[in-house]
């Protein structure tokens, strides 16, 4: 089995979607990754907004989604959990994080755009909060950013090659909460089909793939994965 996440497996954890009215973007204008590197006061913007928590992207705890997707992992049910979510939460609940594939980066830490060095956000946050400096990479002295992927930034190239090759190889491809209009990373669950592995989506809402799927459960992701795999 592939696990596909989305936002709806986090909202449980209080953690907002992007899309719609309340998300992220419905109350502030996003950063183009072109922006931050041409823009010291946009970098400026972005760390404020990365220590504030604004965005709520981090700080959650997981809920019974995530717990029943390790589950999965921990039973060797899952191969790998692939994921649009950058809140870090599959790993948290226990998945390993060599089985996590991150789509969208994770907002977790950050990482240099010229070594790819990672930093953590604690280390970084003193000095921009005390002394407004802008982070800066500890080995090249290059840009750092959050390691989210902007819009208008390259999706990362090694993750999703290993999704395709996910997708491409399982049985079953869960979808957990995923509106699945985002792409190229929705087209992995149609890709995983028409190889010839059966489709389950499971989201509050309708998707666009919804045709295609073997069974679609419109229900609240916690309550019912955690009835199908017998966790609390």
């Known amino acids: ?5 989305g936002a709806g497996v986090s909202t449980e954890s209080g953690i907002p979607d992007f899309r719609s009215p309340g998300g992220v973007w419905s109350r502030m ?5 072109q922006e931050f590197v041409a823009s010291e006061d946009k970098r400026r ?10 965005a709520g992207w981090v700080g959650a705890e997981p809920n019974a989604g ?14 790998a959990v692939i994921t649009q979510n950058v809140d870090n939460l599959h790993q948290d609940a226990g998945v390993p994080a060599h089985q996590v594939i991150e789509l969208h980066g994770n907002a977790s830490y950050a990482a240099c755009l010229d070594c790819g060095l990672r930093h953590e956000l604690a280390d970084l946050k003193g000095p921009f909060l005390e002394r407004g400096e802008i982070p800066a990479c500890r080995s090249c002295s290059g ?3 959050t390691a989210v992927v902007s819009f208008g930034q390259p999706m990362p190239e090694a993750a999703m090659a290993r999704a395709e090759e996910e997708a491409l190889a399982c049985d079953l491809f869960l979808v957990l909460g995923s509106s699945l209009v985002v792409y190229p990373a929705a087209g992995f669950p149609l890709m995983a089909r028409r190889n010839g592995a059966a489709l389950v989506i499971v ?6 793939q919804d045709g295609y799927a073997t069974l679609v459960l419109h229900e609240e992701i916690g ?7 017998g966790v609390n």
């Open 66 to 79: 995530h717990r029943a997707v390790a589950k999965l992992a921990a039973e060797g049910k899952c191969s």
């Open 143 to 145: 840009l750092v950013k």
């Open 1 to 5: 089995m592939v696990v596909f996440t």
């Open 29 to 33: 204008k996003p950063i183009y990754f």
């Open 45 to 54: 913007e972005a760390w404020t907004r990365a220590f504030s928590g604004v």
């Open 223 to 229: 309550p019912l994965m955690s009835a199908v795999v």
């Open 203 to 208: 989201n509050r809402e309708p998707t666009e």
